[in-house]
């Protein structure tokens, strides 16, 4: 267990600084990098959680899909490749005043909650281990507990493509 | 400090949705706004599956992948919105956007 400590507290240094620098880079490309980082951290979070199934559409959706998109919307919009300095607003400290104070309700409110040892997760954090395997139970309950949010979910994304489609088309 | 915490998750969860908010609302560019958006996602889905994993059920697993879907819908129809305002104005600077401001 305490290897699991060591590697989510690398995993986690990883994207904290790989998160500031998405927000603070003054490269666009660069900020899609280090974006593909934050990604591919946050991914290995969900295998030390045993959640193998979302980590694997994590890198499929999230790195193979969603960063190529930021990289044709980087190349269509024209944005200056390389350095710029007029990516950040003038007022950013209100932004940073915003986070912080955000951040210190968020801790200490869940500080408070949960503090530090009385909610270890399961030893075994294997999620009902029922059917096998953690993909299995997922996509048995996909298809029958959740089934009419799969759905919905289904027939939000051909909307979201069809309007996609319509807002880009020249005409 | 030997058995995973919840806590550990949820708090890079706020660590990381506190750095998406300042993204938001620091950044000029539209298509940075919409990666610091990502971040906030991200941060959401770090919860749902820690929750989930210590009550030992695949709600929070289940409602994460709904999450990435929900994501790549939104990046879908947020960068096609970006790529309009990029047509009609030439800029994709957040701060030129302010024909509606009384």
């Not at chain 1, 060591?6 to 003054?26: D, E, H, K, L, M």
């Not at chain 2, 996602?41 to 695949?58: E, P, Q």
Request: charged content about 10%; some cysteine.
């Amino acid at each position: 267990m305490v290897a699991q400590n060591i590697f989510f507290y690398a995993i986690a240094a990883g994207i904290t600084f790989s998160a500031v620098r998405v927000v603070t880079s003054q490269n666009v490309v660069h900020a899609a990098l280090y974006l593909v980082a934050v990604l591919g951290g946050v991914g290995a979070q969900y295998v030390l959680l045993t959640a193998e199934f979302v980590a694997a559409t994590q890198l499929l959706v999230y790195i193979g899909a969603i960063v190529v998109l930021f990289l044709f919307g980087i190349m269509l919009t024209r944005t200056r490749i390389g350095r710029d300095q007029e990516l950040t607003h003038r007022a950013w400290w209100s932004g940073l005043v915003t986070a912080l104070v955000l951040f210190g309700v968020m801790a200490y409110a869940l500080i408070d909650e949960y503090g530090w040892s009385k909610t270890p997760l399961p030893a075994d954090t294997r999620i009902a281990h029922v059917n096998g395997s953690n993909t299995a139970t997922v996509s048995d309950s996909v298809f029958s507990q959740y089934l009419v949010p799969f759905e919905a979910i289904s027939v939000l994304l051909l909307a979201a493509l069809v309007g996609a489609i319509v807002l880009a088309r020249k005409d | 400090m030997d058995d995973l915490l919840l806590n550990q998750f949820l708090l890079l969860g706020a660590v990381l949705f506190c750095i998406g908010v300042y993204g938001v609302i620091a950044r000029r560019n539209a298509v940075l706004v919409l990666m610091s958006i990502e971040l906030i996602l991200n941060a959401v889905n770090i919860n749902l599956v820690a929750f989930g994993a210590i009550h030992g059920s695949v709600a929070g697993a289940v409602f994460a992948l709904f999450v990435i879907a929900i994501a790549a819908a939104e990046v879908g129809v947020g960068l096609a919105i970006v790529l309009l305002i990029y047509r009609n104005r030439k800029s994709v600077d957040l701060d030129d956007l302010a024909q509606m401001k009384g």
